[in-house]
């Protein structure tokens, strides 16, 4: 089996500490590379911990549900509609779940998927009974347009959970983006895969990663059947990133109904760990081709997201957004055993 590119290396702070004595001081930084994301990180020695829960009724407050689009009484009036050629109705529902066209879209088809009439779900309360709808609704309006064969290859449904995550609203709501070219981090996850399977006795990018990463032990923390679930290597978020690979399915339509509830319920374990230890938010993407590529296996990642107290500071600073270089003083090693339980 080719090697998987996690490069580390080590490095060495030092300082006179103020809280003993300015006695000399030493601090062990780790840089890490993923090969095959192309992230980069640095993990901190001290282990991130969260005092308290943030104030829900603050957002509360500043988004009530007398104005929220997403609520009934302005749904109708407020949200976009399909042209007839794509939907009849205007929107397609499932269960209790809508999906529309983005008001203000990031690529050529882009939509909006609300969970449902709820203003706000706890993180607690994302079972999932409660998220079913919203992801069904979602492959329902993927297979209308690949009925539609507007020559779409690439999808993903995302999450913004909460303003933290950059939600623009409380209420839960997915969104969907698919189109003729996959986005920019798609596109090195395919390119990856490629290069990897062109080397001498390369084979499968995926299928060798999880092999690697459940002979080492470090960050597997599950298999639920179809799916496998790994803390990062390199995380793309300071608290650190749940991975979950979907074995052999090489479309979104490949999926099954029974791989949909091993997701949810995943999802919902991770859910349950993250609630209680302080989060109330997260950011979620599952990338996915529209057509059959052994390049690029369905998966995704989940980043926990944060303020800092007490200012309300964002966990993100310039090292991410203008050195490509993650902060992370959770390592991931400590979160797959702390997550492990939860999959038990």
């Given amino acids: 089996m080719k090697y998987i590119g996690f490069k580390k290396e080590i490095t060495t702070g030092r300082y006179l500490d103020p809280f003993n004595g300015f006695q000399p001081k030493e ?25 308290q829960k943030p104030d829900l009724n603050a957002y509360l ?9 997403f609520c009934s009484s302005l749904f109708d009036k407020t949200t976009p509609k399909f ?4 939907s009849p109705e205007g929107k397609f529902r499932h269960g209790n779940a809508y999906l529309f066209p983005n008001a203000f879209p990031y690529d050529q088809s882009n939509t909006v998927a609300v969970l449902s009439s709820r203003h706000m779900i706890p993180m607690n309360e994302l079972t999932p009974q409660t998220m079913r709808d919203g992801f069904s609704v979602c492959l329902d309006y993927f297979h209308r347009i690949a009925e539609l064969n507007l020559g779409y290859k690439y999808c993903s449904i995302n999450w913004n959970y909460m303003p933290p995550a950059g939600g623009g609203l409380i209420h839960p709501h997915l969104q969907t983006i698919a189109g003729q070219k996959p986005t920019n981090f798609m596109q090195r996850l395919i390119a990856s895969a490629q290069n990897y399977a062109a080397a001498a006795d390369g084979g499968n990018l995926w299928r060798n990663l999880i092999i690697f990463e459940k002979e080492a032990q470090e960050r597997f923390i599950a298999n639920t059947g179809t799916i496998t679930w790994l803390a990062s290597f390199a ?4 608290a650190g990133e749940i991975d979950f690979i979907f074995q ?10 029974a791989n ?8 919902s374990r991770t859910f349950s760990y993250l609630y209680l230890n302080n989060f109330m938010s997260f950011n979620l993407t599952l990338y996915a081709p529209m057509t059959n590529d052994r390049n690029l296996w369905v998966q995704g990642k989940l980043v926990p997201r944060f303020e800092i107290n007490p200012l309300g500071t964002s966990d993100l600073n310039y090292f991410e957004k203008l050195h490509n270089e993650i902060i992370c003083p959770v390592v991931p090693e400590q979160l797959c055993k702390e997550l492990q339980p939860y999959f038990a």
């Fill in 27 to 51: 601090i062990t930084i780790e840089l890490r590379y993923d090969e095959t994301t192309g992230v980069a990180c640095r993990i901190l020695p001290y282990r991130m911990r969260l005092s």
């Fill in 61 to 69: 407050e500043k988004s009530p549900e007398s104005l929220c689009p």
């Fill in 83 to 86: 042209p007839p050629d794509i």
């Fill in 235 to 238: 995380p793309k978020g300071m």
């Fill in 248 to 257: 052999d399915k090489t479309s979104i339509f490949d999926l099954t109904e």
């Fill in 260 to 267: 949909y509830e091993e997701f949810l319920e995943g999802l």
